[in-house]
Structures are given as structure tokens and as C-alpha cells.
């Protein structure tokens, strides 16, 4: 009787984590034609290691970031440490709370702004969590989004490029990141749509081809759920997830037939 490995059930991504691995191969995108105030989005701590999740953070703001882009109390360096730790005191980052609810408003989303993008939805619950006024917040907002502070599609575009170039995530992994930034679905869409299959599966393999190494001496099964536990991690659908494991196997030298009690040939 045919024994099939089961399949690993995927994990949602934890935290980043340090490595320098890049896979896939660099192309230009609507993101890098049009071009993005604050550069674009990458993980915040380098790339992350190959066999572990995470969704990484923005770059170009130092230290650990709440939910809304702001430091956690406590965290950080520079003149903004502990700044978001006492909510909108006096003096601190985000103005005087009597001052005018649109220029705090402002000031709020330069500040978030500065070195990195984020999405309009990210910018909102940022006002809301500093109780400035909606229609302040709804009138910042549309202004940044017409001189192009604000730009969905393109940040969508860019963290489409630089997170499957840079961790090799597959499309699924990539819409399931933005929608939780608030990106639009349609946006969400057209910035994963510019992947195509022939490129995920080239990217699967160099995946696969740069863990071999790790995994030599281990037992069969062992080695083949945790290559295939590693590309559904990123989002890689089953059957392209084994027939590329199947495939590096064979190519390193095991014997399909042997393969076959494991990953059979459809």
C-alpha cells in the first residue's frame, strides 16, 4: 500500500528573525516604476531565516513597533524612546492634545511616515488609538493620500517584490500580509497577480535546493516533511510543495522507486 507523507499544516508567521538568504530573482514592479515616498517595504531585522515564519516589519524605524507603527513603552532609541509610552502628553511626539485635532493629525502620520511607507488603514488606527477626531484624521488622510503620501498600491506592489524576493513567499502567504495592513482586495489582487506560477515554482526550488544541505542525515520522512513543513510556511500550495521536494530528492541522488512509498507520482 502507498504511503504518503501527511501534509504539515501551516503556521501563521511569528516574529523576524535574522538571516541572508534571499531567493528569487529581482524584477521591476508597478511599485518600482511609479516609485514610493519612505522606500519600500522589507523586514526591519534583515531577512528571515528560511525554515521559520514571519512577516517582518517596515524599514527605516528603529526598535520594537506596536500594532499602529508606534514604539512599545519602553523599547527603542533615539528622541522618540518611550515617546508613544504616555499617549499624547504634552511635549511628546505626537503634539499638545489641545492643540488643533487636524495638525496633530498631520503630525502623527509624518512622524510614522518618516523612512517607511505603511498603508492608509495602518495610518487610521494610529489616529483612532490617539482619539483624534475622525474627521480630522478622515481629512489628513485623503490629503496625504492626493500628493501621494499615501499610496496602497504602490506599497502593495513593493511588499509583494521585496517579501518574495527577499523570504520567498508564495502568493497565498503575500495577500493573507497585506490584507492584515488593511489593503484592499482588488489592490491585494492585482500586486500578487504580478507572480505568476512559473516563477513561484523556480522560487520553490531554490528554497528546497538551499535547505538540502541541513537536512542531510536525517530519515527520509523526517527530511521530506520538513522541506515540504518549510514551503507551507510560505504559502506554497501540496501539490507543487512535493513535487519539487521529490524533485531535488531525485536529483541528489535517491531512488524513485524508494521516493514513490513516500511521494507518489500523481
Known amino acids: 500500500m502507498t504511503r504518503r507523507t501527511p501534509w504539515p499544516v501551516q503556521e501563521d508567521s511569528g516574529g523576524p528573525t535574522s538571516s541572508r538568504a534571499e531567493v528569487g530573482s529581482p524584477r521591476k514592479t508597478r511599485a518600482s516604476r511609479r ?8 523586514t526591519d531585522e534583515g531577512e528571515t531565516s528560511l525554515d521559520e515564519g514571519g512577516e517582518g516589519e517596515l524599514p527605516g ?8 507603527g508606534a514604539r512599545e513603552p519602553g523599547k527603542g532609541s533615539g528622541s522618540d524612546s518611550g515617546g508613544d509610552s504616555g499617549g499624547d502628553s504634552g511635549g511628546g511626539p505626537d503634539g499638545d492634545p489641545s492643540q488643533d485635532p487636524v495638525e496633530r493629525a498631520r503630525a502623527v502620520c509624518l512622524r510614522l511616515l518618516t523612512g517607511t511607507p505603511r498603508t492608509r488603514r495602518q495610518l487610521a488606527d494610529a489616529l483612532r488609538k490617539r482619539e483624534i477626531p475622525d474627521e480630522a484624521a478622515e481629512e489628513v488622510l485623503s490629503r496625504f493620500e492626493e500628493v501621494g503620501l499615501i499610496d496602497d ?3 502593495a506592489d513593493a511588499w509583494v517584490e521585496s517579501r518574495h524576493h527577499g523570504r520567498g513567499l508564495a502568493r497565498r502567504a503575500l495577500a493573507r ?5 488593511g489593503v484592499d482586495s482588488q489592490v491585494i489582487e492585482e500586486a500578487v497577480g504580478q507572480l505568476d506560477a512559473e516563477r513561484e515554482a523556480e522560487t520553490a526550488r531554490a528554497l528546497v535546493e538551499g535547505k538540502l544541505r541541513s537536512t542531510r542525515g536525517l530519515d527520509r520522512e523526517k527530511r521530506i ?3 515540504a513543513g518549510m514551503l507551507a510556511r510560505r504559502g506554497y500550495g501540496e501539490g507543487l510543495a512535493l513535487r519539487v521536494v521529490r524533485q531535488a530528492l531525485e536529483e541528489e541522488g ?3 522507486e524508494v521516493l514513490d512509498r513516500y511521494l507518489p507520482e500523481d
Open 225 to 227: 516533511r520538513r522541506l
Open 61 to 68: 524605524v528603529d526598535g520594537d513597533l506596536g500594532d499602529d
Open 177 to 181: 500580509e497585506l490584507r492584515t495592513k
Open 35 to 42: 516609485g514610493m515616498s519612505g522606500g519600500r517595504p522589507s
Open 254 to 256: 535517491d531512488d524513485p
Open 153 to 155: 498600491v504602490a506599497f
